[in-house]
């Protein structure tokens, strides 16, 4: 099959599109879906850098989310069946540990993610537990449906699980564009908050309030503690999504209004930031980390989708073996949205 692999850690030169041997059923619950599109993420760009902490097997296909049609089922697995048009949950467990029999398998500390430590979606075809495979919302084409799964699970763990984000709610997402950053706003506008956005570009921040934000902040332009500080009367907001980390985070725990509620999932400007913890606890907040997100988030993730008939924003579409020039976009920061890799038949 064709695939977009890398032999060795470093900058998009190290993406080969080129024959990877064909996949085989490795237990009887798995299946094997033909894929029709893949997305990126930012996590992507870490495994290709050897940035993640952990090793890779070499070569390694990259891709953590992706749809297509199923073409193949073990034996045992059920709840699939061959040309089913499917999308993926990107996470599995070791069905043996704590948390796996307990249903939250996303807590096991051997949790493989799609695309991580083994092959994920830039190819042909992709092997995955049958279980992982769900129906593709209606509406949604392959593409759309390869662009939801990562940011959208990761989102409504963030927003509704974690921060419990009720209608009428401020909510501050910095660094719009970006997938993850571009789904809180369509989640959070769809739930009735109230969605401040910041951002570096106007055109980035026009766009924005096309899709729903109340306001937009320049952040290269203005101070936007201040700014959020105005927006709100000076109580600030209820909820912060940084996924930014770095400078930002002292700014975003000053954005917060008392009993406030930071959420985050990454770290792109830095990991290490200052912070000062008084302003935590005298003012009550609650900082909540996480990563992807459960079954359940993902099964919700589905109902909201189908049933608001949203559709993932989508930056620009490439081909399978434009996956160099796609991922380049990503580093630049250029997108709103996902990008999309189509896989030719
Ligand atoms: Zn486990």
């Known amino acids: 099959m064709r695939a977009v692999r890398i032999h060795a850690h470093g900058g998009t030169d190290r993406l080969r599109y080129e024959d990877a041997p064909e996949l085989k059923l490795t237990s009887p619950t798995e299946a094997i879906v033909k894929l029709k599109a893949a997305s990126l993420n930012h996590i992507d ?10 090793e890779v097997p070499l070569p390694h296909i ?19 069946k061959t040309r089913d048009r499917v999308c993926l949950y990107p996470l599995s467990g070791c069905a043996r ?14 949790l493989r993610v799609l695309g991580a ?3 994920g979606t830039y190819a042909e075809y992709v092997r995955v537990p049958a279980r992982n495979c769900f129906p593709i919302p209606r509406h949604l084409s392959f593409e759309e449906a390869a662009a939801f799964p990562f940011v ?15 209608p009428g709610e401020y909510v501050l997402i910095l660094g719009i564009g970006g997938g993850v950053a571009s789904a809180a706003l369509q989640v959070a506008a769809h739930m009735g908050a109230q969605v401040i956005v910041t951002s570096s570009s106007d055109e980035k921040l026009a766009r924005a309030k096309q899709l729903g934000a109340q306001f937009g902040i320049n952040y290269k332009t203005a101070d936007f503690p201040k700014e959020v500080r ?4 000076k109580r600030g907001v ?28 990454g770290a792109t400007a830095g990991a290490n930031p200052r912070t000062d913890v008084r302003r935590i606890f005298w003012n009550h907040l609650k900082i909540f980390g996480s990563i992807l997100g459960t079954r359940e988030d993902f099964g919700q993730v589905l109902n909201f989708l189908e049933f608001t ?8 579409v490439f081909s399978l073996g434009e996956a160099a020039a796609a991922q380049m976009r990503m580093e630049e920061g250029k997108q709103f949205g996902k990008i999309v890799l189509r896989v030719e038949d």
């Open 97 to 110: 540990c704590e948390f796996c029999i307990t249903d939250r398998e996303f807590l096991c500390r051997e």
């Open 230 to 233: 105005g927006l709100t009367g």
């Open 309 to 316: 008939r949203t559709k993932p924003i989508i930056d620009r």
């Open 45 to 54: 760009i870490c495994i290709r850098r050897g940035l993640t902490g952990r």
């Open 117 to 119: 430590r083994e092959d």
């Open 152 to 166: 959208y699970v990761t989102v409504w763990r963030m927003l509704v699980t974690n921060a419990g984000l009720k």
């Open 238 to 265: 209820d909820v912060v999504v940084d996924c930014v980390g770095g400078e930002s985070w002292m700014k975003s725990l000053a954005c917060l209004a008392r009993g406030g509620r930071l959420v985050t999932c």
């Open 62 to 80: 990259l891709g953590g989310d992706g749809a297509g049609v199923v073409a193949e089922t073990g034996a045992e697995a059920r709840n699939v």
